[in-house]
């Protein structure tokens, strides 16, 4: 599973802009070193360090830390919502105002 953000604020690395990063949805060891209340709290220093594992372009933990503090919700909420079991997902997700004809 992966969730694509556009970036608010673009990164510099040299020459290249990255201005989208796309975010797949973490193994176990992955998550080594942080402790998942952490992250579904979106806690900054456990984000800093997991995100440069599971973000493509892959992101370095200084390109993470510099990152626009918008930018770093969004990539945030999906990493927390990578962790959440699908019904609780399927619980708290809005009910689209269009149903699918």
Excluded: C, H, N, W
């Amino acid at each position: 599973m992966d969730k694509g953000i556009t970036l608010d604020t673009p990164i510099r690395r040299g020459e290249t802009e990255i201005t989208e990063v796309t975010i797949r949805k973490p193994g176990a060891g992955e998550l080594r070193g942080v402790t998942l209340t952490d992250l579904l709290q979106m806690d900054v220093s456990a984000l800093i360090r997991v995100l440069p594992r599971i973000t493509s372009p892959t992101l370095t933990e200084a390109e993470v830390a510099a990152l626009d503090p918008a930018d770093l919700t969004q990539m945030g909420s999906a990493v927390a919502g990578f962790l959440l079991p699908r019904a609780a997902l399927a619980a708290v997700s809005p009910a689209s105002p269009y149903p699918i004809q």
